[in-house]
């Protein structure tokens, strides 16, 4: 089954630090660029980070510049969102979301997502 | 970056009845090398990730029932139901791909009058 599975959403306070994983199966997960996108409570969708099939071209939201850095384990199948210097703000629902190519294109898979909440 | 602007908010339809949400983009996202629209549409039920619709404005995604379309091109994009299901109630977004800072729009709100 084609799927993915975030992972390691928690409560921190604000300045923490986190680290998402989201594990791909059913695809050929080196062939595909992938993205971190996130829902806050009642609100829309933001996009956030944006990495290339080969992981060597990455992209972020102004919102998290400095702060985030996506990477991904093309042998292990698995996309990484590392978060420092969290702030109440970055309190959302984390998807990872799957690009329908090796390009910046739409997303066609998302997985069911990892809630992150930044209180004191 | 690309500000993507839905309207209405908000919209009560009938069942069996037409649903029409409009998506505004700031700048144009239709390519000029392959004149391609870089735009998708997403529905979100409560408690649920999103699901692909649409795809280059009008492309439907494989198993999206064809009550969905979609239509428009530079600016001006249209999702349509054209005979509204239970099942249809969501929120639906429009996603611009056209930048590497990819924007979505605000969300409509579909429920049944």
């Known amino acids: 089954e084609v799927q993915l599975l975030e992972s390691g959403g928690g409560l921190l306070q604000p300045g923490g630090s986190l680290r998402l994983s989201c594990a791909a199966s059913?695809?050929?997960?080196?062939?595909?660029?992938m993205s971190w996108v996130r829902q806050t409570p009642g609100k829309g969708l933001e996009w956030v980070s944006h990495?290339?099939?080969?992981?060597?071209?990455?992209y972020y939201a102004d919102t998290v510049k400095g702060r985030f850095t996506v990477s991904r384990d093309n042998l292990k199948n698995t996309l990484f969102l590392e978060m420092n210097s969290l702030r109440a703000e970055d309190t959302a629902v984390y998807f990872c979301?799957?690009?329908?190519?090796?390009?910046?294109?739409?997303?066609?898979?998302w997985g069911r997502g990892t809630p992150v909440t930044v209180s004191p | 970056d690309i500000v993507m602007t839905q309207s209405p908010d908000s919209l009560p339809v009938s069942l069996g009845e037409r649903a029409t949400i409009t998506c505004k983009s700031s700048?144009?996202?239709?390519?000029?090398?392959?004149?391609?629209?870089?735009l998708a549409w997403y529905q979100q039920k409560p408690g649920q990730a999103p699901k692909l619709l649409i795809y280059?404005?009008?492309t439907r995604q494989s198993g999206v029932p064809d009550r969905f379309s979609g239509s428009g091109s530079g600016t001006d994009f249209t999702l349509t139901i054209s005979s509204l299901q239970a099942e249809d109630v969501a929120v639906y977004y429009c996603?611009?791909?056209?930048?590497?800072?990819?924007?979505f729009g605000q969300g409509t709100k579909l429920e049944i009058k």
């Open positions: 979301a799957k690009d329908s190519s090796a390009y910046n294109w739409y997303f066609d898979l």
């Open positions: 059913g695809f050929t997960f080196r062939n595909y660029a």
């Open positions: 990495i290339s099939s080969s992981g060597e071209s990455t």
């Open positions: 700048l144009s996202v239709l390519h000029s090398s392959n004149r391609k629209n870089y």
């Open positions: 280059w404005a009008s």
């Open positions: 996603l611009q791909y056209y930048t590497n800072s990819y924007t």
